[in-house]
């Protein structure tokens, strides 16, 4: 005779089609539990509830962390404020805090090259997948390349949506390669779309006086620094590179050794 399924195997599959994958794992082991400490049917429903609210938590992060394709980098912890000739740390700190997301404003990180403006835009989306917003980093030349590949204007309405989706959207290394006026226009497109609805961080090496030098007219420079800093905290970081400190310093170890 076929053997009758014992009522946690039934209650367990059961819990697997309503989706509660977690509260089907632990089934068993939270019911010896039960048993051993004589919980209540309330306090065994309280377990059930809060592993399958804790691996739902665990779960959305991960997912928010692979849609950030934020890749490898170094934690605030070990960013050496003492090493740039100028940076405003108070507001580093504030901004890491994430009260702008609540308010939709921006961040904008002015500086040469190799002086932290990634890094601190980095820790910033991680701060904000950790407390439950969803965010993407991406450079400028990888964004404008997937726009500018889309062949069709509904693939291209579907890539800005997908830019102007998320809370939190990263545009690092603005300035590093001029534009020209089609994706001028695109880059316009997707901060106009954010503009006073959710938040941008951007990087950028030159300062705004100089963003007419990769853009192809003086007026759209403007109406994209107007967008970006009419809310926005701006962080200019002054001095030299760390990269080049450090290259400097692994040439003159090879030297000596």
Avoid at 66 to 81: H, N, Q, S, T, V
Avoid at 170 to 196: K, N
Wanted: with cysteine; proline share 3%.
């Amino acid at each position: 005779m076929p053997s009758v399924p014992t009522p946690s195997a039934t209650l367990s599959s059961d819990l697997r089609r309503l989706g509660l994958t977690r509260s089907a794992d632990d089934l068993n082991d939270l019911l010896a539990r039960a048993a051993k400490l004589r919980w209540t049917s309330v306090a065994l429903l309280e377990a059930l509830a809060t592993a399958e609210l804790e691996d739902r938590a665990h779960r959305s992060l991960e997912r928010r962390f692979k849609r950030a394709r934020l890749g490898r980098f170094k934690p605030m912890a070990d960013f050496e404020w003492t090493w740039p000739k100028t940076i405003d740390r108070p507001l580093v700190d504030g901004v890491l805090g994430l009260d702008f997301l609540s308010r939709a404003e921006n961040l904008v990180l002015v500086g040469a090259q190799g002086l932290g403006k990634t890094m601190i835009a980095k820790n910033t989306v991680h701060q904000a997948i950790l407390h439950g917003h969803s965010a993407l980093f991406i450079t400028a030349a990888d964004l404008l390349l997937d726009l500018n590949g889309q062949e069709t204007a509904r693939g291209l309405d579907r890539r800005l949506r997908h830019y102007t989706r998320p809370q939190l959207l990263c545009i690092d290394e603005i300035g590093y390669l001029a534009y020209d006026a089609h994706a001028a226009d695109l880059l316009f497109q997707i901060v106009t779309r954010r503009y006073e609805h959710k938040s941008i961080v951007l990087t950028t090496n030159l300062a705004f006086r100089d963003w007419h030098t990769i853009f192809p007219n003086a007026s759209c420079a403007v109406g994209l620094i107007d967008r970006l800093t009419h809310h926005a905290a701006i962080v200019k970081i002054a001095g030299d590179s760390y990269r080049l400190r450090e290259a400097e310093r692994d040439q003159k170890a090879r030297r000596a050794s």
